[in-house]
């Protein structure tokens, strides 16, 4: 699937500083913890909880975070639609990269038990 080249500069440009607020609201909203969302991050990323905080101090664009980010192997597992768009069938890798982390939360939020949103079973 083709998302647009605007959409894709757009999901780029963003800062995970102007997005984290927002997942932890959504996760906390839905009675899961904000330690709960980092384990998800960690597990997509391989970011600690001290290199999560130093690319939201720094305003690291989404770009710039899954260019340091080391993709957990079983990422391709994430599959599904988010916003849209069917996650395995997006051809730009960035803006997959980003709804595989947005399909995370979003699993997290509606209750999901930890073991199936870390592919683990």
């Known amino acids: 699937m083709n998302t647009k080249p605007d959409h894709d500069e ?3 440009k963003l800062t995970f ?3 984290y607020p927002h997942y932890v609201t959504k ?3 839905k009675d899961r913890t ?4 980092h384990q998800v991050i960690t ?3 391989g970011f600690n ?3 999560m905080q130093k690319h939201i101090k720094d305003k690291t ?3 710039q975070f899954f260019q340091k980010a080391k993709l957990n192997p079983n990422a391709h597992l994430i599959t599904g639609v988010i916003c849209g768009y069917r996650i395995e069938e997006i ?6 990269q980003v709804r595989y982390l947005d399909k995370l939360v979003d699993e997290l939020a509606k209750g999901r038990k930890m073991e199936k949103i870390l592919r683990t079973e």
């Open 34 to 37: 904000k330690a709960e969302l």
């Open 61 to 63: 664009t989404f770009q």
């Open 10 to 12: 757009r999901m780029a």
């Open 91 to 96: 051809e730009n890798p960035l803006t997959q």
């Open 49 to 51: 909880e001290k290199t």
């Open 43 to 45: 597990w997509l990323t």
């Open 27 to 29: 996760v906390e909203k």
């Open 17 to 19: 500083a102007e997005v």
